[in-house]
């Protein structure tokens, strides 16, 4: 159930009051039954029964009280201001039983099952407030000014960090309407100058980040207190690391831009330049082996600043007698992003969402882009048993300085001075997820009914960390292989092997490195369309307004190098650990933490359609 109610009142001339209650309400009733499988008896020996039921209900309460008002024709003011609450609780409870006599859909309730039954259940719930308030101003429709500020509150801190403000001011200035820009009134129709500075404020860090977390499992926190080895009293165990020190992550954003519309309308141009720094990021930090496991809590970290160009164009044309209309329009951005500082020294490294299977392969550290690419760098693979006996003493693994082995670079640490061991401290940062820029393109054409639409994106110049080469290229799990296991691995005489010589077991060739890295550069045709639209007086005779007929296709052609499935790699969300209490995964937006990292994501599907639009 969602839905929404609303009141708007006006006060007194030129003030009006807002008011605004919406409710978003979900329930989930889910049986889930298993039959008895006869032919795999032993793997699944009886029938079992799982009832889920949980609902969660989400309010928003939006007021706004706004005043407008000009002065003499003139000044144009228009103040805001108001308040947004949102408060959110989901609740669930399962149980599960086994062993029904039958399987007859009859059977099929909790209460027939013969064995002892299992259930869980829990809830978790947020809340989010803000004051704000909004003015807007305008001089003689060419100076224009507008300032805003936020007080926002979030439940996911503690109490003493639980308030941030957020300020911001823009100013615009209309040149087009200055005297001196006359001359130019033939090619330029408007052009707008403006600028802006703010901040905005980040607080997705899971439900219960400040709070230490402990949880009741009698499979895992129990103990026989009487000695008697028949007894078991449940107890309580460390989940999660809280920390009632972080606030909220605040990113800095200043903007210079430029508005153009030239030829009577015919090009619009826009460029903007910006420069957004981000302090207080919220990172998950690893904790002393010492401090027990459990999930680990988000500490504010480090700062980083992401400066860059966007730019846009539009060109609107007729041709053949203007039978023919097209518009062609295309879009470039490019952005560069370091981590300015650190908690610690330059050298200090944060690790993001990572594999522990693999070890830590993606690091933020100072003077580097976030979530960089870390591990080994390959100089291909030993050709002879003399090559290999004269490089650096491999330490991380036995036989590992033979022919048909990783080649690996020595670097010893930081001043890159060869030491003469391969080690732990020859792992650096080898790759770049940032693209050098991106780009877009759309094409418009239209002639006497028929038209046609293109649309194309890519990126160009960033790196892809193919994480699905550690399970088709080497010998990690039993299963499937890639052909390039088959016949890219290194054999005597094989001097453009890619892999190293097949083994049953190779605990250092999956080790993370530039092995893994692969260009992420490619351009894809987004969108192709070619419609048709019948006559006006045609279809009237039949009672229609408009009669339209079109084929589409989606992702069509993908140009790229990358030889995954999909080189559109998107961030990751991923779950923090509280959803174990709940019940409940709580996604979070940590996608910042590991970019660029191709761990078997479905790729984006091709689609194939046939429509028709019809109006009466």
Not at 122 to 142: I, M, Q, R, V
Not at 283 to 299: D, I, M, N, S
Not at 474 to 483: E, L, V
Not at 550 to 558: D, F, R
Request: glycine share 8%.
């Amino acid at each position: 159930m969602f839905g929404n109610a609303y009141a708007e009142v006006d006060v007194l001339k030129n003030l009006t009051a807002k008011t605004s209650f919406g409710i978003d309400y979900t329930t989930f009733n889910f049986r889930n039954y298993t039959m008895r499988d006869v032919e795999s008896a032993e793997a699944r020996p009886t029938n079992s029964l799982q009832t889920i039921n949980n609902f969660e209900w989400t309010w928003t309460w939006f007021n706004t009280l706004t005043y407008s008002t000009t002065i003499n024709d003139i000044h144009r003011l228009n103040f805001l201001i108001g308040s947004e609450a949102i408060k959110d609780y989901y609740e669930t409870f399962d149980a599960t039983r086994q062993n029904f006599s039958n399987d007859e859909l009859e059977n099929r309730y909790l209460q027939n099952g013969t064995t002892a039954q299992s259930n869980n259940g829990g809830a978790s719930h947020w809340t989010l407030s803000s004051e704000f308030a909004k003015l807007n101003y305008s001089l003689s429709d060419k100076y224009l000014v507008e300032g805003t500020l936020r007080r926002d509150r979030s439940s996911c801190f503690s109490a003493r960090n639980r308030v941030a403000y957020f300020p911001a001011v823009s100013v615009g200035w209309v040149l087009s309407e200055e005297g001196f820009a006359e001359p130019l009134s033939g090619i330029v129709g408007r052009a707008k100058l403006r600028a802006g500075w703010g901040q905005t404020g980040n607080q997705e860090i899971g439900y219960y980040n400040a709070f230490t977390l402990f949880s009741l499992s009698p499979a895992t926190s129990f103990y026989d207190l009487n000695g008697a080895r028949n007894s078991a009293f449940p107890g309580y165990e460390l989940l999660q690391f809280g920390n009632d020190d972080a606030k909220w992550e605040t990113t800095t954003s200043t903007n210079i831009g430029l508005d153009l519309s030239l030829l009577d309308n015919k090009i619009d141009f826009s460029i903007d330049w910006y420069n957004r720094v981000t302090s207080d990021m919220l990172f998950e930090v690893q904790a002393p082996g010492t401090a027990g496991v459990a999930t680990l809590p988000y500490r504010n970290i480090a700062s980083m600043r992401n400066r860059g160009i966007d730019l846009a164009v539009s060109y609107f044309g007729q041709a053949l007698g203007n039978e023919v209309t097209y518009s062609v329009e295309g879009n470039f951005s490019t952005y560069k992003n370091v981590v300015t500082k650190t908690t610690g020294d330059k050298n200090t490294q944060f690790f993001g969402l990572n594999d522990e299977r693999i070890q830590n392969f993606v690091v933020t550290q100072q003077d580097y882009p976030i979530s960089s690419f870390f591990g080994y760098t390959i100089d291909g693979i030993f050709q002879t048993d003399d090559e290999a006996l004269a490089a650096p003493q491999n330490q991380l693994g036995n036989n590992q300085n033979k022919a048909g082995r990783f080649k690996f670079r020595d670097i010893s640490g930081p001043n890159g001075v060869p030491d003469g061991v391969i080690n732990s401290r020859d792992l650096s940062i080898i790759g770049n997820p940032h693209p050098d820029f991106t780009y877009g393109l759309t094409l418009n054409v239209n002639y006497k009914g028929i038209g046609l639409t293109l649309f194309g994106q890519g990126v160009y110049g960033n790196e892809i960390f193919n994480y699905v080469k550690y399970w088709t290229d080497f010998p990690t799990f039993a299963g499937n292989r890639s052909k390039r296991m088959l016949y890219d691995s290194w054999r005597p005489g094989k001097t453009d092997a890619v892999l190293p010589q097949l083994t049953s077991s190779d605990q250092v060739s999956i080790l993370p490195s530039t092995y893994y890295l692969e260009r992420g550069s490619y351009f894809r045709f987004k969108n192709i369309q070619v419609s048709y639209t019948f006559p006006t007086e045609l279809v009237s005779r039949i009672g229609l307004s408009s009669l339209r007929f079109y084929v589409q296709g989606q992702n069509l052609i993908t140009i790229t190098d990358y030889s995954g499935m999909d080189p559109e790699i998107n961030l990751r969300n991923h779950v923090v650990g509280n959803d174990r209490v709940t019940g409940n995964p709580n996604y979070v937006n940590g996608g910042d933490r590991q970019i660029g990292v191709d761990g078997g994501a479905y790729p984006a599907s091709k689609q194939y359609l046939i429509g028709l639009n019809v109006s009466f």
